[in-house]
């Protein structure tokens, strides 16, 4: 469910795909799928992730698929075509050809021929030098053993476990199975920085095995003598489009990255130049048609949606003002 090394490298360089043996094209689907796929199918292709959670229709089950309810040919036409009436997402405007037909191939040979596990994230190289210590916690984080289940009812080594998955594992396995029965907490980290990541204190960056060249984009800006508007849209903004557009505004976070298009780098003079206040209300009421970006009419009041403009216009880029026309006051 979390990202892989592979992904931040992905997220930097152009993918290459040569179309040459069917090993080669799962190995080059593989890399793809990791990076691209993975967030709500899982690595495991069985869709037991949080993202799924908010997801109806859910993403597709691969590994409950045989090869005869799912041919390599048809998820090739899900790639191109998308699903509609789902989260699924035509990917031809984003992917190659060839690397449509790469992602096919692995997702047809790992989950439904081989039934195999893909890979796993937490290795040594991503920062899990002995993740078996964690065993006893494991079923608490696949779902194997639902967290709400008494604790009167567990073994010495499953309470042990469940113990173990509250003090460490539950920061990001906060719903393991995904399921309407399991218990919700309040945060659901759908994203989450690895590798003794701090909000406060800047991680070296490396882009092999973590997500920390993305750390510094999530650290709000320090900003004092906001007026009240403007302390209401910090608060506004931090809570709800931090998560796309970064804490600092940039949309360079991980799931700002993530995301196709990217969301809006608020701190962009060559495009925030060009962008009035009237326009950028407009955006978060309305919505931008074919991106990430919702309408926040149902969400935010007007007077919510003019606290995050006095915020964005005072911490990333000013919001240009149309005066009124002289011509027009007269009459």
């Given at each position: 469910?979390?990202?892989?090394?592979?992904?931040?490298?992905?997220?930097?360089?152009?993918?290459?795909?040569?179309?040459?043996?069917?090993?080669?094209?799962?190995?080059?689907?593989?890399l793809?799928?990791?990076?691209?796929?993975?967030?709500?199918?899982?690595?495991?292709?069985?869709?037991?992730?949080?993202a799924?959670?908010?997801?109806?229709?859910?993403?597709?089950?691969?590994?409950?698929?045989?090869?005869?309810t799912?041919?390599?040919?048809?998820?090739?036409?899900?790639?191109?075509?998308?699903?509609?009436?789902?989260?699924?997402?035509?990917?031809?405007?984003?992917?190659?050809?060839?690397?449509?037909?790469?992602?096919?191939?692995?997702?047809?040979?790992?989950?439904?021929?081989?039934?195999?596990?893909?890979?796993?994230?937490?290795?040594?190289e991503?920062?899990?030098?002995?993740?078996?210590?964690?065993?006893?916690?494991?079923?608490?984080?696949?779902g194997?053993?639902?967290?709400?289940?008494?604790?009167?009812t567990?073994?010495?080594?499953?309470?042990?476990?469940?113990?173990?998955?509250?003090?460490?594992?539950?920061?990001?396995?906060?719903?393991?199975?995904?399921?309407?029965?399991?218990?919700?907490?309040?945060?659901?980290?759908?994203?989450?920085?690895?590798?003794?990541?701090?909000y406060t204190?800047?991680?070296?960056?490396?882009?092999?095995?973590?997500?920390?060249?993305?750390?510094?984009?999530?650290?709000?800006?320090?900003?004092?003598?906001?007026?009240?508007?403007?302390?209401?849209?910090?608060?506004?903004?931090?809570?709800n489009?931090?998560?796309c557009?970064?804490?600092?505004?940039?949309?360079?976070?991980?799931?700002?990255?993530?995301?196709?298009?990217h969301?809006?780098?608020?701190?962009?003079?060559?495009?925030?130049?060009r962008?009035?206040?009237?326009r950028?209300?407009?955006?978060?009421?309305?919505?931008?048609?074919?991106?990430?970006?919702?309408?926040?009419?149902?969400?935010?009041?007007?007077?919510?949606?003019?606290?995050?403009?006095?915020?964005?216009?005072?911490?990333?880029?000013?919001?240009r003002?149309?005066?009124?026309?002289?011509?027009?006051?007269?009459?």
């Amino acid at each position: 469910m979390r990202a892989l090394a592979f992904a931040a490298i992905l997220a930097v360089l152009p993918f290459q795909a040569s179309a040459t043996s069917s090993r080669d094209l799962v190995t080059e689907g593989r890399l793809i799928y990791n990076f691209r796929c993975y967030f709500c199918h899982g690595y495991s292709g069985n869709a037991k992730t949080v993202a799924a959670s908010f997801l109806a229709p859910p993403p597709a089950d691969f590994t409950g698929a045989s090869e005869a309810t799912l041919s390599e040919s048809k998820i090739v036409a899900t790639l191109k075509n998308g699903r509609p009436g789902t989260a699924m997402k035509s990917f031809a405007s984003v992917l190659s050809d060839d690397e449509i037909r790469a992602v096919a191939r692995f997702v047809f040979d790992e989950f439904v021929v081989r039934k195999a596990t893909n890979t796993r994230y937490h290795t040594a190289e991503n920062g899990w030098p002995d993740h078996e210590r964690y065993r006893p916690a494991f079923p608490f984080a696949t779902g194997a053993i639902p967290l709400n289940q008494a604790w009167e009812t567990l073994s010495p080594e499953q309470a042990r476990g469940k113990r173990l998955f509250l003090d460490t594992c539950i920061t990001c396995h906060d719903r393991g199975a995904s399921t309407d029965q399991e218990m919700v907490w309040e945060a659901r980290p759908l994203s989450y920085p690895r590798n003794n990541f701090s909000y406060t204190i800047p991680q070296n960056v490396d882009a092999t095995t973590s997500a920390s060249p993305y750390a510094l984009h999530d650290i709000p800006p320090k900003l004092k003598r906001l007026t009240r508007s403007e302390r209401k849209g910090e608060k506004l903004f931090q809570s709800n489009c931090a998560f796309c557009h970064a804490a600092d505004g940039t949309g360079k976070n991980w799931i700002g990255s993530f995301l196709e298009p990217h969301p809006r780098n608020l701190r962009d003079t060559g495009v925030m130049s060009r962008i009035t206040r009237q326009r950028f209300v407009d955006v978060v009421r309305e919505g931008l048609p074919n991106t990430s970006m919702p309408a926040w009419k149902s969400v935010l009041s007007s007077q919510d949606i003019d606290a995050v403009a006095d915020y964005v216009n005072r911490a990333f880029h000013p919001l240009r003002t149309i005066p009124a026309d002289p011509q027009n006051a007269k009459r």
